[in-house]
C-alpha cells in the first residue's frame, strides 16, 4: 500500500501554488523562455501565461517578469520572490512525503494505525521518550533564564522547565497545545508517597503491569486514565515490593520535560 497526496497554497480560495505551477517556475528560471517551459511541459503557451499571470496577480510581488528587447531579444526571468516560493514549497513537500511514509510504515501492520499514528485526533510523535503527553498549556511563569510551562493532560498537571530561548523560539503561549516527553529512566519510583523532594512532579497510580528484564524493569502506572513508563533495576523492584494493582509515586524533574509542538 502507498500513501499520496499533493499540496496547494490558495489565496482568496484561488489556487496560488501547487506542483505543476512550482515546475513550471523551476522551468523557466532554467530556460529564460515561457514558451520553451510550455512545451517541456506539454502544455500550450496560453495555458503556461495564464498561470503565470494568475500567480502575479495573487502574489503581492510578481513572480515572474517579461524582459522585452535588449541583445538577447528580450525574455523571461523569474523573480527573487518567485526564487522564494519554489525554495519554500519544495521544502514543504519534503516534509510532506516524510509524513506519508510514516503512514506507510504504519500500513504495514494496519492494527497499528489507530493506536500508535492517531491518538484522540492528533498526530503522535515518534521519539525515543517512552512517555509521550499531549495536552494543553494552562500557565506559564517567565524568570531571567527559564520559564516553567504547566501543560494540563486529562486531570494531570506536568510542569517543565524551558530556557527563554525556546520559549520564545516556538511562540508558546496558554491555551496552546503541546506534547509532554519524559523518558522513562528519568522517572523515580516511591512505594509510599514522597515528602521533602525536590522533584517538581509527583504523580500517583496504579501498577498496571511490570516487566522485568535482565538487569531492569519497567514499571507501567495508571493515573487518571493515563499510562506513564519508568525504568527501573530489577534490585530496586524488589527492595520495594513492587507488585501489580499497588498504588506508587513517580516523580520526575521540570527540566526533565521535553516540550513539543
Known amino acids: 500500500m502507498e500513501v499520496q497526496g499533493r499540496i496547494w497554497i490558495k489565496e482568496n480560495n484561488k489556487n496560488f501554488l501547487g506542483h505543476g505551477k512550482i515546475e513550471l517556475l523551476e522551468r523557466i528560471a532554467k530556460s529564460g523562455s515561457i514558451a520553451k517551459a510550455a512545451k517541456e511541459m506539454r502544455m500550450s503557451y496560453k495555458a503556461a501565461w495564464d498561470c503565470?499571470?494568475?500567480?502575479?496577480?495573487?502574489?503581492?510581488?510578481?513572480?515572474?517578469?517579461?524582459?522585452?528587447?535588449?541583445?538577447?531579444?528580450?525574455?523571461?526571468?523569474?523573480?527573487?520572490?518567485?526564487?522564494?516560493?519554489?525554495?519554500?514549497?519544495?521544502?514543504?513537500?519534503?516534509?510532506?512525503?516524510?509524513?506519508?511514509?510514516?503512514?506507510?510504515?504504519?500500513?504495514?501492520?494496519?492494527?497499528?494505525?489507530?493506536?500508535?499514528?492517531?491518538?484522540?485526533?492528533?498526530?503522535?510523535?515518534?521519539?525515543?521518550?517512552?512517555?509521550?503527553?499531549?495536552?494543553?498549556?494552562?500557565?506559564?511563569?517567565?524568570?531571567?533564564?527559564?520559564?516553567?510551562?504547566?501543560?494540563?493532560v486529562g486531570n494531570l498537571q506536568i510542569a517543565s522547565t524551558i530556557t527563554l530561548h525556546s520559549l520564545k523560539e516556538m511562540n508558546l503561549k496558554v491555551g496552546m497545545q503541546a506534547y509532554a516527553l519524559i523518558k522513562a529512566n528519568w522517572i523515580v519510583v516511591f512505594s509510599q508517597q514522597p515528602k521533602g523532594i525536590s522533584l517538581r512532579n509527583c504523580i500517583s497510580g496504579e501498577i498496571k503491569s511490570l516487566i522485568d528484564g535482565a538487569v531492569n524493569c519497567e514499571v507501567v502506572m495508571q493515573s487518571e486514565g493515563i499510562d506513564?513508563?519508568?525504568?527501573?533495576?530489577?534490585?530496586?523492584?524488589?527492595?520495594?515490593?513492587?507488585?501489580?494493582?499497588?498504588?506508587?509515586?513517580?516523580?520526575?524533574?521540570?527540566?526533565?520535560?521535553?516540550l513539543g509542538i
Open 52 to 152: 503565470i499571470d494568475m500567480m502575479n496577480k495573487i502574489s503581492k510581488e510578481p513572480l515572474v517578469l517579461r524582459i522585452t528587447g535588449g541583445r538577447g531579444g528580450g525574455g523571461t526571468q523569474i523573480t527573487q520572490k518567485g526564487e522564494e516560493a519554489i525554495k519554500i514549497f519544495r521544502a514543504m513537500e519534503e516534509t510532506q512525503e516524510r509524513l506519508l511514509k510514516l503512514f506507510e510504515m504504519d500500513l504495514q501492520e494496519w492494527n497499528t494505525l489507530a493506536n500508535n499514528t492517531i491518538c484522540g485526533g492528533h498526530l503522535m510523535l515518534k521519539t525515543s521518550a517512552r512517555n509521550q503527553l499531549f495536552g494543553e498549556i494552562t500557565d506559564i511563569k517567565e524568570g531571567k533564564v527559564n520559564a516553567e510551562v504547566t501543560l494540563k
Open 228 to 258: 506513564f513508563s519508568a525504568v527501573i533495576t530489577e534490585d530496586s523492584k524488589e527492595n520495594l515490593a513492587l507488585k501489580v494493582g499497588q498504588k506508587v509515586w513517580f516523580g520526575f524533574k521540570a527540566n526533565n520535560v521535553i
